[in-house]
């Protein structure tokens, strides 16, 4: 069994759209990001790295890299699967806390959750997610971190 831990934030900024788990969230204010920002796969990409010692999200789709500009975080993603599933890995439970104070995100759990679901081949009672504020501490700014358990 490996775990993984992954972790990132980004300022929230007008004229910029909010993505969480791979959806977009109604918000007058979205990520100030190279790619789309969207945190939770960003940490869960890094949690599935770093499981097996590969880096960072900055070491495989660098900022400075022109080609991942404005790109969907899915891609991240994805790759991290596979780099993971073709080292024998395959992810069991994973675990995503998201911090910000608004929108409030609980009206949008349940597609959340689905898209999740979708995104890491798990089922939903194999996915944890909450949602915390920053109680007023960051409140232009969306945080995310994750656990993962991984066989293999």
């Known amino acids: 069994m490996r775990i993984g831990y992954g972790e990132d934030s980004h300022r929230l900024g007008e004229g910029r759209p909010l993505y969480l788990c791979g959806l977009e969230i109604p918000s007058p204010l979205g990520a100030l990001a ?8 960003h940490a869960l990409t890094d949690a599935l790295l770093s499981a097996y010692g590969l880096g960072d999200i900055g070491l495989h789709f660098p900022d400075t890299d022109p080609r991942w500009q404005g790109v969907r975080s899915e891609v991240f993603l994805k790759e991290a699967l596979r780099q993971v599933e073709a080292r024998g890995g395959k992810l069991v439970q994973a675990s995503l ?11 949008h759990r349940e597609a959340l959750l689905e898209n999740l679901s979708r995104l890491l081949g ?5 996915i944890g997610l909450t949602f915390k504020t920053s109680e007023g501490l960051a409140p232009e700014h969306v945080q995310a971190r994750a656990v993962v358990l991984l066989d293999g």
């Not at 798990?122 to 194999?126: A, I």
């Open 34 to 41: 190279h790619s789309d920002g969207d945190a939770a796969l």
């Open 122 to 126: 798990l089922p939903q009672d194999r």
């Open 97 to 107: 806390v998201l911090i910000l104070d608004r929108p409030k995100l609980s009206p």
